[in-house]
């Protein structure tokens, strides 16, 4: 069969359909995303988006339990979401197999913590296996689902950013036709009533001692002598840099991070003069080394914050006497360059809101996607951030905690389906007072434009119901509910302040649909350069599409603005800060796209 | 094969990651173990994106380790700067001409470094740093899109890989309709023939 160079997340997607997956689910989160993307185009596999992390883990697991092979995928802390399900789990096991892949985040390329969800096997006592590269991460799927079944128990599959998107070769197979389970009536397996799941923990604990067995034999545990000097244990992407800086030393790779096979570990300290453990984070190999009573090193010499490299490894690993010699380091130094932070796109509704926001001197409880990037300057209008669907909460709770000063809960539409709405029923029953902006973009912005029930979309492409917000927010019991498109921005601004008055929970949805699934009316704006005296007020606004342009206004001794015709989508919120009409608006265009029609 | 460390730096919708798509393709047909990493921030659009390719009879790191790399594609000036930790002496750096000025020299006091100080720092630590009109090149043809595929051009000419390789790979990357200005633009490059 063909080989092609798949990231990990690709690899996985065809993993999990050459080992026959039927039923899968996922909510996007990066770095794991694209595992669904890839796997909803295999029409023999029925691939959704579910509202979160915990749906998707019991949409697998209730798939199992039907027969079929199930998958599920989700960045680290979206298994905090689902980790209730993933206990429940644990103790009923399933029938056909399941395979949970959990994208952990070294580095926050995209997230609001690092955690390393190795804790995550042991603490919910379930297998976990660990590619390092996309080959392993192919394989690695029919192995989960094999184990899955013959133990009778959820499997897990660690990535990290890194395996999960750098691309490698992979050998393709054909899919394997793996026939259906029967279901059968089992009560005392799968209802995790008190009296039913005190008999099943024991059960568990004597899963967990087969599984350490099979550990010890378990191919994806490879030992490989070389210099016995040194001793590495790794796994995942940490290998592939142990091969690089320690190419001569003798390498215990584990392809299984829990259980860790305490045989091989004992024979591997034996051989070695010195061990030590290459892992990303939490010293979680480490720590188990130790218990065991081998002297080992580990953290003393490589961070536990942050996503490792090359040059990082063998940095620490020089400092700590490893290698001979430190990375190569130029002598040339370039001093502080310009960032390049992530924006808001040019024609962003989420800007009119933030803008708005500021203007009004509110304190804002935000959330997360990509209108979290109002906190970062010139908007700098937010106060906390913290987890999917906190906001409302939050806000709440300040509130309640005698805030002074008014502050409004900011959320957007698949974030408030994923977890906002449990917090505004309970604010509803509770009847605290304050404002939730549901910010409408009609998508799952910040993880590439997903489909969720707000859009209606489903990842298999088809056009599914559309939950109506606003409707849904007044069957909840919220009684002021108004709705108004980020482009009246007077208006916006006006029904903000008067819901911000009201004594009651009230939600203003601001629709900002998402310039990458809907055109604005206009066509690009354009400054009137006579007009222009440089005051930056447009500049203020942190729109990609407005730049300094090389006329100067000679008065001042300051740069006239520029709108790069490219990159504007004609949104006109620059028009509107703009205190000399020195902006031009687009022509309207002929066949403008109504809202409507995109969900 | 000898092994060989690319990176390749830019801006989000530069297409910075399907060059290195290509590049990784074209490695993986020539023989090569290849293996590729993308780091890119969490905007959709106008972070900074760097690539790691790597070819070698035997690779293990997706990313190129610091002062390791031996061929850099800037597609960027401002982003050719900001990653110079991973070049040495035996780099050789192939610059576009295209700025995409950050928003914080719009509205705040950072200053776009001028091309005098983007030349002289890469020629300070990289030997061989040599200038690509890439996108004066793809507006000529026609489609200031295609600058990516002069850079890919002018990088094919220092490798021993054939020209069909090459076209083959971006034959079976690109749309039908896309193709032909693409083969242009990259035979442009490779010919190093900057007076079309």
């Known amino acids: 069969m063909e080989k092609l160079i798949l990231s990990g997340n690709e690899a996985l997607a065809r993993g999990a359909w050459e080992a026959g ?390 959320i957007g539409d698949s974030t408030f389906f994923h977890a906002g709405l449990p917090a505004l029923a309970s604010a509803v029953y509770n009847g605290t007072p304050f404002t939730t902006i549901i910010v409408d973009n009609r998508t799952t912005g910040m993880t590439g434009h997903q489909g969720n029930p707000g859009s209606g979309l489903t990842l298999s492409g088809g056009r599914g119901h559309r939950v109506d917000i606003e409707a849904l927010v007044r069957a909840i019991g919220v009684e002021q509910v108004v709705s108004v498109p980020s482009t009246r921005r007077e208006e916006l601004e006006a029904a903000i302040q008067q819901a911000v008055r009201s004594d009651r929970p009230n939600v203003v949805i601001a629709e900002t649909p998402c310039v990458f699934v809907s055109a604005s009316e206009r066509e690009p704006y354009a400054v009137a350069l006579e007009d222009c005296n440089g005051c930056t007020l447009c500049f203020r606004i942190g729109c990609p599409a407005i730049y300094k342009s090389e006329v100067m206004d000679e008065k001042h001794n300051r740069p006239k603005a520029w709108i790069d015709p490219q990159a504007c989508v004609g949104c006109g919120l620059c028009y509107d800060v703009c205190a000399r009409q020195a902006i031009l608006p687009g022509a309207l265009k002929v066949e403008a796209r109504p809202v409507e029609a995109i969900a | 094969m000898k092994k060989l460390n690319f990176l390749l730096a830019g801006v989000g919708g530069q297409g910075t990651l399907l060059a290195s798509d290509v590049l990784a393709e074209v490695g993986m047909r020539a023989g090569a173990e290849v293996k590729k990493s993308e780091v890119h921030g969490m905007s959709q659009r106008g972070g900074a994106v760097t690539s790691h390719v790597r070819w070698g009879d035997q690779v293990a790191s997706p990313l190129c380790e610091a002062g390791t790399v031996d061929y850099f594609v800037a597609q960027e000036k401002l982003e050719a700067l900001r990653w110079i930790e991973f070049l040495s002496p035996a780099s050789t750096v192939l610059l576009s001409d295209q700025s995409l000025p950050p928003t914080s020299t719009v509205f705040g006091d950072d200053r776009y470094p001028d091309d005098e100080q983007v030349l002289s720092t890469l020629r300070q630590v990289a030997s061989s740093v040599r200038r690509v009109p890439a996108t004066q090149i793809a507006e000529r043809l026609g489609n200031p899109r295609v600058a990516n595929s002069v850079l890919l051009g002018a990088l094919s000419a220092a490798l021993d890989v054939t020209e069909e390789d090459w076209l083959a790979v971006l034959a079976s990357r690109l749309p039908p309709n896309h193709f032909e200005i693409n083969r242009q633009a990259f035979l442009a490059g490779r010919q190093g023939d900057w007076a079309i």
């Not at chain 1, 691939?47 to 995928?73: C, H, M, P, Q, T």
């Not at chain 1, 070294?106 to 190795?118: A, F, I, K």
Request: hydrophobic content about 40%; aromatic content about 8%; proline content about 7%.
């Open chain 1, 21 to 410: 997956v039927e039923v899968a689910a996922a909510y996007p989160g990066t770095p794991s995303t694209e595992i669904l993307e890839n796997l909803s185009r295999y029409p023999e596999v029925y691939a959704e988006w579910s509202a979160n992390e915990k749906v998707a883990l019991d949409l697998a697991i209730g798939a199992a339990y039907a027969g079929r092979r199930a998958f599920a995928a989700m960045k680290h802390v979206g298994l905090n979401v689902a980790s209730e399900s993933l206990f429940y789990a644990s103790y009923t096991g399933v029938n056909a197999g399941l395979a949970i892949v959990t994208a952990d985040d070294p580095g926050l390329h995209s997230s609001q913590n690092e955690q390393d969800n190795r804790h995550y096997a042991r603490f919910a006592k379930v297998p976990m296996l660990e590619p390092s590269d996309s080959q392993e991460a192919k394989d690695m799927v029919a192995q989960a689902l094999e184990l899955s079944e013959t133990f009778d128990t959820p499997v897990l599959i660690r990535t990290t950013t890194r395996t999960s998107h750098a691309k490698s070769i992979v050998q393709l197979a054909d899919r394997s036709q793996v026939p259906k389970r029967p279901y059968l009536k089992n009560p005392q397996k799968y209802v995790m009533i008190p009296g039913f799941a005190r008999k099943r923990h024991p059960l568990v604990e004597e899963r967990m001692l087969r599984l350490k067995a099979l550990a010890e034999t378990y191919p994806g545990n490879r030992l490989h002598y070389a210099d016995l000097g040194l001793g590495v244990i790794t796994s995942g992407a940490s290998y592939q840099y142990a091969r690089e800086v320690f190419p001569d030393a003798s390498l215990l790779k584990l392809g299984m991070p829990w259980p860790m096979p305490e045989g091989l570990i004992r024979e591997f300290a034996s051989k070695v003069e010195r061990l030590i453990v290459l892992e990303e984070l939490d010293p979680f190999f480490e720590d188990f080394v130790r218990s065991m009573g081998l002297p080992v090193e580990g953290k003393s010499i490589f961070p536990s914050v942050g996503e490792f490299s090359p040059e990082l490894v063998r940095q620490s690993a020089y400092q700590a006497g490893l290698v001979d010699r430190p990375p190569y380091r130029s002598q040339v130094q370039v001093g502080p360059l310009p960032m390049r932070p992530p924006v808001l796109c040019a024609g962003c509704g989420h800007r009119d809101v933030f803008w708005i926001l500021r203007k009004l001197k509110l304190i804002v409880n935000s959330d997360i996607g990509c209108y979290a990037l109002g906190v970062m300057p010139p908007l700098g209008s937010t106060d906390t951030i913290g987890c999917m669907g906190a906001s409302i909460g939050v806000a709440a709770g300040m509130r309640r905690g005698g805030l002074e000063g008014t502050n409004v809960a900011v």
